[in-house]
């Protein structure tokens, strides 16, 4: 099959782009991890965009929790960083789902990710779309040289392992209940595939006041935010302007595809 014949950015695809690195992360344990380590990298920005968020999730679990230097739930770990980078924005945007979800989604999150660290982190919810439909992009930016893409939300029900077993006593939420086995995959990615998944962020946040806006680029890093280690905590973290809110109308390598947001192809084999 033809790429470059089925592949029509603007009509089944957002954009072409390459990947310097392609990284596949096969169910939420090895994802939650390398975004774990990716966060602690992170010295400028860090981007979420989401269907679901959770901000009690643990993203290491048993052993590696144990011997994790930060915290391991979501918003504990955020708000451990940006208390040590005082210059590190945090900008998230959810779906603001519908009625129907409340049930299974935490509650007040605009004021539980918000309270108590200042102006650092950003919480949205989006409520711009038709009616009957909903935001489902998942993707995580770090300092505009990381991404992550896929399926796979930063919230309960996700962790699991490859193994699958039907008895996992790491599968459970953080009040205890256990749940169903979960299988989905998450891409990170490096190169010019970045600030397109960017790109989708901006257009979904909308245009900023002129006095707070996003910094585009990448940030230059000491070492590549990848390799991730894939059992041992990371080293120390490291330490521009906000940009604030304003949600516009805007416009998953494995099995799935990147969706319909952003196709990557990769360099010829050597």
């Known amino acids: 099959m033809n790429a470059e014949k089925t592949i029509r950015p603007g009509r089944n695809c957002y954009r072409i782009a390459q990947a310097d690195r392609v990284d596949l992360l096969v169910d939420a344990a090895a994802y939650y991890r390398a975004l774990y380590h990716a966060i602690l990298q992170a010295r400028e920005r860090l981007v979420f965009l989401g269907w679901q968020f959770d901000s009690r999730v643990s993203l290491l679990r048993g052993e590696e929790a144990d011997r994790a230097r930060y915290p ?60 009957g439909g909903s935001h489902h992009q998942k993707i995580v930016l770090v300092d505009g040289i990381a991404g992550f893409c896929g399926g796979l939300d930063i919230c309960g029900d996700r962790w699991d392992t490859p193994q699958h077993r039907r008895q996992d006593p790491l599968r459970k939420n953080e009040d205890g209940t256990p749940y169903s086995l979960f299988h989905d995959v998450q891409i990170a990615v490096q190169g010019e595939a970045v600030p397109v ?74």
Do not use: N
């Not at 208390?83 to 935490?106: C, G, K, M, N, T």
């Not at 257009?203 to 935010?225: C, F, N, Q, T």
């Open 72 to 131: 391991v739930q979501f918003l504990p770990l955020l708000q451990k960083i940006t208390e040590e980078r005082p210059h590190l924005q945090v900008y998230i945007l959810a779906w603001d789902h519908s009625i129907v979800f409340a049930p299974e989604r935490e509650w007040f999150q605009s004021y539980r990710f918000q309270q108590g660290t200042g102006d650092q982190i950003h919480f949205v919810f989006d409520h711009f779309h038709p009616a």
């Open 197 to 270: 998944l960017e790109e989708i962020f901006l257009d979904r946040w909308g245009p900023p006041p002129e006095s707070a806006s996003l910094p585009s680029g990448p940030i230059a890093h000491a070492g590549s935010i990848f390799p991730i280690p894939c059992a041992s905590p990371a080293g120390r973290p490291q330490s521009q302007e906000p940009f604030r809110r304003g949600p516009a109308a805007g416009k998953r390598r494995c099995k799935r595809s990147l969706s319909s947001m952003m196709t990557r192809s990769l360099p010829p084999s050597a």
